[in-house]
T-cell receptor, first 108, second 117 residues
Framework: SQQGEEDPQALSIQEGENATMNCSYK?????LQWYRQNSGRGLVHLIL?????REKHSGRLRVTLDTSKKSSSLLITASRAADTASYFC????????FGQGTRLTINP | EAQVTQNPRYLITVTGKKLTVTCSQN?????MSWYRQDPGLGLRQIYY???????DKGDVPEGYKVSRKEKRNFPLILESPSPNQTSLYFC????????????????FGNGTRLTVT
């Protein structure tokens, strides 16, 4: 069964705006990971947040984790055209299970 | 440069003609895995390997075989491809180890787009 489910499925914003993507999962996890995929290419790891962490930052990325709600969010601040990609969450609990992704488009 | 290398990048074949997609990593990773990506279905795990000579089924193993004779290589074999195996395939690896394959970032190859007619 699907562990990570992203919301929204697609998001289109103007360059410079912030982008927020959400992920929900079903069972207890050890960690939650976010990946980026440029069109047709391999996934690239962005950030890993452990179940005992609530927030983590990496450059323009901010990830939060709420284990009571079984949800996570990825915030990209000051978006750039190069951020256009699909973003996936992957919930780590015995195995890593990927969601279907959010397709983010940054308009110049 | 640390990387996961898949070959070929694109492959068009006919039903029933055996094929192999190669995957090699140069990071001394213990854990390797194959995924397929289909529209609306996300990434689904086909097979994985915790170490040399240790492989196990993922969520969608039917019609696929794998082997792990060396630590760096993890080929995906389609003995008799069918059109429903048309997909984008990814190999991935991480340091793994018992209880750790899901606790560390995965490194992905650039994918193999397979078309079976």
């Amino acid at each position: 069964s699907q562990q990570g489910e992203e919301d929204p499925q697609a998001l289109s914003i103007q360059e410079g705006e912030n982008a927020t993507m959400n992920c929900s999962y079903k069972t207890s996890i050890n960690n939650l990971q976010w990946y980026r995929q440029n069109s047709g290419r391999g996934l690239v790891h962005l950030i890993l947040i452990r179940s005992n962490e609530r927030e983590k930052h990496s450059g323009r990325l901010r990830v939060t984790l709420d284990t009571s709600k079984k949800s996570s969010s990825l915030l990209i601040t000051a978006s750039r055209a190069a951020d256009t990609a699909s973003y996936f969450c992957a919930a780590g609990a015995q195995k890593l299970v990927f969601g279907q992704g959010t397709r983010l488009t940054i308009n110049p | 440069e640390a990387q996961v290398t898949q070959n070929p990048r694109y492959l068009i074949t006919v039903t029933g003609k055996k094929l192999t997609v190669t995957c090699s990593q140069n990071m001394n990773h213990e854990y390797m895995s194959w995924y397929r990506q289909d529209p609306g279905l996300g990434l689904r795990q086909i097979y994985y390997s915790m170490n040399v000579e240790v492989t196990d089924k993922g969520d969608v193993p039917e019609g696929y075989k794998v082997s792990r004779k060396e630590k760096r290589n993890f080929p995906l074999i389609l003995e008799s491809p069918s059109p429903n195996q048309t997909s984008l395939y990814f190999c991935a690896s991480n340091f793994g180890g018992l209880g750790n394959s899901y606790n560390s970032p995965l490194h992905f190859g650039n994918g193999t787009r397979l078309t079976v007619t």
